[in-house]
């Protein structure tokens, strides 16, 4: 199976947050109550005063905060309240720890975490003051599923964003996270339609001759490929060995003509 999405019911959704939540109020009003894709049904925080819990609760979400006592305890509980509530996909908006590889093993692919840059590009922390301290001319945004590394796993979706004269690490960050909150729906809405997912044995299987090429590609142009991928094998046309043949030898520059029209899409709003 390539996906365990989509379900075939609406899909029960987790956010875990630590502070103000602004990626979280968008998820809460992409996916409200009765919204055929899914909804939010649960707010988890290790923060009790995080400003994430009230948005929640202003909107009828169970908010629930577990104090910090210890990556152990805390994964404990969170573990066991995402398992009572039949939560089906985790999403980490702001959240400020590390999970460990027992948290993550059972949701992977099925947590996915957005963080402020172009990944690879610039993981970790103070992104917006390397981005500028690089002289980068663009940066951007990155949803991608949570492995056991740092902003390590598998791209889902990326936008893009252009970096001004005059920008500071304030300027630089409001205009990604204005990107963030219609980004990060919108590679939810991937990952529930079954079109983005961590590329595996299903994968490898789908693509035959082709999945050394793909094994070979950036980390940015793997989702499309696998976007690619998945459309010929709904429409029946993915086993097909010519189809095979030419996604195997795509040309350069057609691929990359490609790449760019793609990337335009993804970055509008």
Known sequence: MLSPFPLGRPARMAVMASGRGTNLEALLEAFSPQNPWGEVVLVLSDNPEAYA????????????????????????????LLRARGVDLVLLAGFMRLLSPGFVEPWYGRLLNIHPSLLPDYPGLHVHRRVLEAGERETGSTVHFVDQGMDTGPIVLQGRVPVLPGDTPETLE??????????????????????????????????????PRFQGLSPREKPLYL??????????????????????????????????????????P
């Open 53 to 80: 819990l009230k948005r929640a609760s202003r909107r009828g979400v169970e908010a629930v905060a577990i104090p910090w006592r210890g990556r152990k305890a805390f994964e404990r509980e969170a573990l066991d």
């Open 227 to 268: 976007r690619a991928a998945v459309l010929l094998s709904v429409w029946g046309l993915g086993g097909h060995p010519a189809l095979r043949q030419e996604l195997s030898e795509l040309p350069e520059e057609v691929r990359l003509k490609a790449e760019e029209v793609l990337r335009r899409v993804e970055s509008s």
């Open 174 to 211: 409001r205009r990604v996270l204005f990107l963030e909150h219609r980004l990060y729906p919108r590679a939810v809405r991937l990952v529930l339609s079954g079109m983005a997912f961590p590329p595996g044995e299903g994968l490898k299987a789908l693509l035959g001759e082709a999945w």
